[in-house]
């Protein structure tokens, strides 16, 4: 038998098998950090439940722990969480809904096994949605679909699955149906068994609200038409070859339902079941070159996440790593593949939100934070013994720009110093050029909220007020130097420099493009989505 750093694969296999890394995603609004919350509360991780606003004198949410996002009710970083449930080990992942840090999402995205999809019953399926759909048919992520909100007035049911057919391609095959219209919510059939759900409200939803399981037959004299009408329902789908296929769910040509009020607490029970019972457990992942690393090999992992500012006493930063393979141990030796260097892991911690304790061992599919490995940047693998390197994580291309100064020239070292993390976590992309100098450098977003938390961040983190200023600048292009020199003759094109060393050319309209791209095809434009000289469409 094969030993793997002291351990036998049998035993990381038999790790591994347990774990559940998911991602909670979600158009903005739709109920991700409350509905964390709840899985939190019925996996008896807490005693009681947040509130995303702090209402009736609730604690805040245990993954929204920046002052921003309590401030303002809305996720801006994603946050990772671990607890058991039953015999796994769940590693839970809330990310930000709001297209402004998609990054930061679409990162997360190549770090877990499977998605739960929250979708508001009342608006179905919107813009980031169908966004987020999309990026998970590209990872071949199973989704699992939970329509939220049903508490509250809303589409039919059935209508809801039909958009989700038509508009994402998979197949909804609900697990569970609601008795009761939207804003009516009694409870939901199972449809595995046939037997009505009900649940029972708490305080607020602070409490977990406890189900009781019910005969068709109990169900038919409490609940009446509801119950006729679920029922029908629920046989429609059937008869539609909409009934639960565990391959077809992780071929993605299906996607699980269930209909929930995460707010209430009602149905999340469900939840957690479904990902126990159906979500894939960690298997062997894409390598650089294209093959696949076995979970039973020697440790490797990737960073998707760098974080600062999570502990105010000690100012440290935390990288955040996808254990894919072999078993991880607090104060081993691993190379870090991008340098070749070795580094101890001495300070490795489990992440419950912000608060963190010792990890003295990991495994696939776990999620591990490294403290204070300064030499970790997104996307960077590591390994112990068996060589490998991952896929570059996605860096998007910024369509805002702002040029970025000290409000108090004193204070110019921590200036550098915050601009330099917030850049090395990938909060934002910095740009830099010999002409604007060090004091100015002009930083690149996906989303004008991404600057406002650079603002609150800097303020609050490193000490440092800033002053920016808005570019006249709409889209950007890789390009290299020879193509600068051209370039940087035109009063309406600027050409500067990434942290990772990558040239780009930024343009103030699609139309100024088009005519560069015409006066000079020889110039190398690409775009940093598809690596093509492609201009964009007329407007």
């Excluded at 508490?151 to 095959?173: C, F, K, N, S, Y």
């Excluded at 679920?230 to 077809?248: V, W």
């Excluded at 607490?265 to 894409?286: C, K, M, S, W």
């Excluded at 204070?411 to 100015?440: C, M, N, P, T, Y």
Aim: aromatic letters at 6%; proline letters at 5%.
């Amino acid at each position: 038998m094969t030993q793997l750093s002291g351990m036998s694969t049998p035993e990381v296999l038999t790790e591994a098998l347990r774990r559940r890394t998911f991602a909670v995603i979600s158009h903005p609004d739709a109920g991700k950090s409350t509905l964390t919350e709840a899985l939190l509360l019925h996996a008896r991780a807490i005693t009681t439940a947040g509130a995303t606003h702090g209402k009736a004198g609730r604690r805040g949410t245990v993954s929204d722990w920046m002052a921003m996002e309590q401030a303002r009710g809305i996720s801006v970083t994603s946050a990772a969480i671990q607890f058991e449930y039953r015999d796994a080990v769940i590693n839970l992942v809330d990310t930000p809904g709001h297209a402004d840090f998609s990054e930061d999402t679409f990162r997360v995205l190549s770090a877990v096994d499977a998605a739960v999809m929250l979708v508001d019953a009342s608006k179905g399926l919107e813009v980031q949605t169908m966004k987020l759909f999309e990026v998970c048919r590209q990872r071949g992520l199973p989704v699992i679909t939970v329509i939220n909100k049903w508490d509250r007035p809303g589409a039919e049911a059935l209508d809801l699955m039909d958009e989700i057919r038509q508009r994402t391609g998979l197949v909804p095959t609900p697990l569970t149906w609601p008795v009761g219209v939207a804003g009516d919510f009694r409870g939901v059939i199972d449809r595995s068994t046939d037997e009505f759900i009900r649940f029972t409200r708490t305080a607020g939803g602070a409490k977990t609200a406890e189900p009781e399981r019910l005969s068709a037959a109990v169900a038919a004299a409490d609940e009446g038409a509801a119950w006729v009408t679920a029922t029908e329902e629920s046989e429609l789908l059937a008869e539609s070859d909409q009934d639960h296929d565990e391959a077809r769910f992780l071929k993605n040509e299906t996607t699980p339902v269930l209909f929930a009020a995460a707010v209430l607490n009602f149905g999340v029970q469900h939840i957690l079941d479904t990902l126990v019972d159906f979500a894939p457990a960690a298997e062997a992942r894409e390598d650089a070159s294209g093959g696949h690393r076995p979970v039973g090999s020697a440790f490797s992992g990737f960073v998707f996440k760098v974080q600062s500012g999570m502990n105010a006493s000690h100012r440290d930063h935390v990288a955040f790593v996808r254990v894919c393979s072999g078993q991880f141990r607090r104060g081993m030796i691993v190379t870090h593949a991008a340098s070749g260097r070795p580094f101890a892991t001495k300070y490795a911690q489990h992440l419950f939100g912000r608060e963190r304790e010792v990890a003295d061992e990991a495994w696939p599919g776990d999620i591990v934070g490294l403290v204070n490995a300064s030499a970790l940047r997104v996307g960077d693998t590591i390994f112990e013994t068996e060589p490998v390197e991952f896929p570059p994580l996605p860096m998007f291309a910024p369509e805002h720009f702002r040029v970025v100064r000290s409000a108090d020239s004193s204070k110019h070292k921590q200036f550098r110093r915050g601009i330099d993390q917030l850049d090395h976590e990938g909060v934002i992309q910095v740009l830099r050029s010999e002409l604007r100098g060090d004091q100015a450098p002009v930083l690149g977003a996906v989303g004008p909220m991404q600057f406002e938390v650079v603002e609150e961040r800097m303020t609050h983190d490193f000490g440092a007020a800033i002053r920016t200023e808005a570019l006249p600048y709409q889209l950007a292009r890789r390009t290299d130097r020879e193509s600068a020199e051209i370039l940087g003759h035109d009063r309406q094109v600027e050409v500067l420099m990434r942290s990772d060393g990558t040239l780009l050319a930024l343009f103030s309209t699609p139309w100024r493009l088009r005519n560069t791209v015409r006066d000079h095809p020889e110039l190398m434009l690409e775009d940093l989505a598809t690596g093509s000289n492609a201009v964009p469409a007329a407007y």
